[in-house]
Structure formats: C-alpha cells, structure tokens
C-alpha cells in the first residue's frame, strides 16, 4: 500500500504519538479522578474538581451552562491547582474585572459599562458636600468621584474623613474591605446580584445568584446616614444612651440590626406593608446608571410619586409602540411578557418605563417583580386638601413622610496617634476620625424648600463641629439641613398642627412657639453653643435675614416671609380645623375680609400680628 519505508515510519510515528498522549491524558483524567468536562461546548477542566452540586450557582448561571471561568477566570484547561487558579477572580462582578467576567462579549456589557456612571459607584454628592462642609471646595458640587478619593497619594481631611468613615458601601470596595453592615455578598455586580447567606445555607458553597434583587441586598448600605431601609422597614435606630435609667428603651417594642444596634420599632412605610420591594419602585436608571454621571441622588432618582399616584402635576405617558428602551424591553422578553403596542405605560421623569405598572380596568395596577402579586394603585384623591390653595409647592412626602432619622448634634474629632481602617488603602493607617453625638432620635422632618421652590422633607445633615486637629475650637461649625426621602410613608397625611404649629417642622427647633404676643416668638429649650439666637437643634429663627443654607445649590429652609405665613394659618386652625372650610379656598382673600369686617369676634380673639 506504502511506495516508501519513510512514509510508513512517519505515519506509525504519528500514530504513536497520539496513542502517546492518549495514555497520559488518561493517566492525568484518572488521578484526577474524571477526564475533561465540558460547559457550553467548550472544555472546562475546573469542573473536574468544583462537581459537587453545592459548588452550582444553578439557574441561568449553571456550572453546565457557562463553567466556572465565565465569572471565576483563571486557567480552564491546566489540570494543576496552583496553574489553575492563575488570575482567578473570587468576586466575579468586582468593578476591576467586571468586564472581563460580568461584561464579557455574550454576557452583560451594556450593564457593566453603565454601572460606572452610577451614584453608587461615583458617590460625588457625598464627595463634594463633604470637601465643602471641610471647606476645601466653595460649592457642595463637584465633578470628583469617591474613586479618585480612594486612589489619592495625597488625601486632603476630608478625603481621609470619607476613606476612613464613609466608603465602606461603595461598589468598589472588595468583601473584605466593606463597611461592618455589609453583608458579605461581594462588590460590584455581586453586591446586589449574590444573594447573601443565610442560617441553613452552610452546605451551600457557592451563593446564588439573580437578577430579581431582593431587599437582603439593600439594607446594609442604606441603613447608615439616612437610614432610609430602616425607616422602609419601620425601624428607627436609638442610641444606647436613650434608654432610661432603668434600662427600658424609648419606645415600646425595640429590635437589634444585624450590625448590633439598636432599634424601635414604628409603623412601617405602606408600601412594606403591602410586601413591596426596593425595585417595585426604582428603576434601572436609577440603580445602574444611565451612562451620566450626575452629582446628587435626587438627579439619580428618576421615579416619582405621581408615576403611579397620579397627582396634580401629572406624569409621563405613552404607549409600549413609543418605547425605545432596550433594556426594559429585554427584561420583559426574559419574562415572556409582551405588551400589547397601543398598552398605556407610565414614565419616570426622565422617560423610563415604569414596566410593572399597568392599567386595569379599575383605574392602575402594579405587579411585583419578586413574585408576580398585583396590587392596585390608588389615584390621589381630588379632595380639599388636594387642592388646597397654597399648597401647590407641596411634594407628595412633604405631607406623607410619617418620621426621619435626626442627629441633631455630632461632634468630629481626628485623633492622629490612633489607626484607623482605610477604606482606601484596605488597611488600617495612622490616623483616627472619631464621630459622637449628643442626641440620635427620629421625628417627623421639618420643611425645606429646594431650589424649584418645591417644599420638601429635610433632616439635619450637619450640625456638627469638625476638629481636624484633634484640640477643641481649632476647627469650623456647619448647621445645614439635608433634603431627603424618608421612605416612611404613612397613609394619612400629617395633620396641619404638625406643620402650621411645629416648631421642628419650621426648622427653628425644639422649644416653645408663642402666637399670642404682638409678634410671633419661639423660646428654644436649649440653645445652640456657636448661636444663642438658635436652638441646638435648629437650621433657622423667626427673624433670620436670610434662610438657613442647606447641603445643596439652591436649598434652603423657610425664610422669614414663609415662616409668618405658616404660622398665620396654624394661628387659625383652632377654630377652622378642616381642609374643606370655607376660609381655607382663599386664606390671604379671607384674613383682608376679616380684618375689614366691623363685627367679627375673630377680630378679637386674634393675636394682633395675624390681621396686619
């Protein structure tokens, strides 16, 4: 058959050699116990020693689907450990591989190249209001990111304030660098989509993983500062000093958070109470980015109250045939949810579809995206107190926000021979901040009015004496109040007292209001150290030239005109106590009638300031 000797001993060479490296990959495969294994049609050795079914994220992220170096990286195809696990990532989804294992070509790019742009991961509002508070900048905006404050050679104060304090939650930061409330999910893509272990998850060696978020993943990050899951969850977090001499806490029934601190427990926000998760609200937008950076978390937030309240401002509509937005329109396609193209849909403010909220034939209906459950959505009445004159300004929660968090006075120390963790650094450094606080409690917010001169909730931000030295008097006071959300919305709206006649709802404080004198007064219970004119507690006064500043461009509290007129109405509630009653149509129309009138024993039963 063969015409040479020379060919004959080529191919019996070659033959060899195959029969050769046969035996030695069976010899490799049967020390090792199996031979090559197989994911997505593509060889895959790490499955010979990760097989067990505990080792298996399971769903759409199964060993049999995608292997393990898809997400894990290192060395697939090496038959040694130590060769294998070569570059290996044990956070897949980290910000600095993400896209290389989350963001790889076939997997989630778009998602991994948007989350740069996220709050979450810039965090420059807090960055630009913590330098200016610091007096480093001469605005609470900056385009600076927490990222170049982690990576700075040279970090000013307040860059050290925030490396040491505060950027503990950013995505970022690795599972052993993470803030001490952080469950141990992971950064990055896996802070939200690991779900974290729980008791009875000890046989479960690798976590599952998901894209439907629950709450889990939430609460450790937003239950520092202005604690808005805890308020979600109707808990108010005390410090151990409120509790009485005797040991009993200030409230009737208290809880312990998984970090160890204590808290009340109060009326959760109706939306907890109806089973809702963080992402039946919020968007993709919101919680992923949309490519734009932007510098406070109110520019983030693109869902409102009237996408699915309705309200007198209204909200975006359209049909799913106007809709161009590949990411919902992907998320529906993975939930085998089609849309009819002429199906009304609602937007957030910036044009995203609110995808599960739908109409019914009882008005709307929102579906959860957890487990499917539809609630129905109630319109905003258009009662009296809807439409009340003078309350336009209102937002939603200005009225509906049941309680918030405030630290009315914190104290900023930097201790330079202690050491302190360095969120920066993953290391403890020389150099300590040291925070305490006189009074922690929780209480309906008071009143802002943002830059719109919209009316919204604030809560102290900062009244605080920063020390960078460590020696008292060597640093600066700041008294600004935050603008917040509190997720801590009740059914029932606040009553008019608890604003017309509230001096925390005024900003002023605690104290006394005295409306019967020539003159509005207030009488604070304790006054501020830096301003005797002000309560401890408080941001403005009645007679303050000018509103208090708040953290951001354009905030700020009532003025002095705002604040009369406020109390002008509280001094009228005694008797016209409902929303309906005929002087509330036209208050400025009703009080130039009453102070015209002859015979009116309003006239004089009236504090003479109300009738000027």
Known sequence: MFRTPSLVAAVFAGLLGLFVAWVHEGVRARSMGKGSEFAGSRVERCLTCHSKSNEDPGGPHASAALGCASCHLGNPLAFEKARAHEGLEREP????????????????????ARISSSLMVRASGIVAVDRWVFGEISSPDSARTLQDVLAATRPSPAEVHMRKLCAGCHLGTRRANRDDAIAGTGSGCSACHVSPRKPG?????HPAIDARVADDRCIGCHSRSGRISLSYQGLAEVEPSQWNAGGRAPCAETATLADGRPACRHEPDVHSAARMSCTDCHLHTELMGDGTGRSHKEEQVEITCEAC?????GSGETTWRSVDDPITRDLLRQRRDDRPPDEAVRLGWRGTPVWNLRPSPSGWALVTKLDGKTLPVKATPADASHRMKGHARLSCSACHAAFAPSCSTCHMRFEAGKKQWDFGAGKETPG?????????????PALAVRADRTIVPAVPGMILDIE?????????????????????????????ESCHLSSTALGLGTGTLDLDGQSPSFLPRESARSDPSLAEDGWTSLVAARPAPGTRIGFRS?????????????????????????????????????????RCSFRSQAPPWVLR
């Open 93 to 112: 989804g980290a910000l600095a591989t993400a896209a290389a294992t989350c963001g790889s070509f076939g997997c989630h790019p778009r998602e991994a």
């Open 201 to 205: 998850d000890a046989a479960r060696r």
């Open 309 to 313: 309240h309705g309200g007198p401002a």
């Open 432 to 444: 300590a901040w040291i925070e305490s606080s006189e009074g922690f409690a929780f209480s309906p």
């Open 468 to 496: 960078p030295s460590g020696r008292e008097g060597s640093g600066a006071n700041r008294r600004l109040f935050a603008p917040l959300e509190p997720h801590n919305t009740g059914k029932k709206a606040r009553t008019c």
């Open 558 to 598: 009532l003025d002095a005109a705002e604040l009369r007129r406020v109390l002008r109405v509280g001094a009228c509630l005694a008797c016209h106590s409902q929303a309906a009653d005929p002087i509330w149509r036209d208050f400025r129309a009703s009080v130039e009638a009453f102070r015209k009138a002859a």
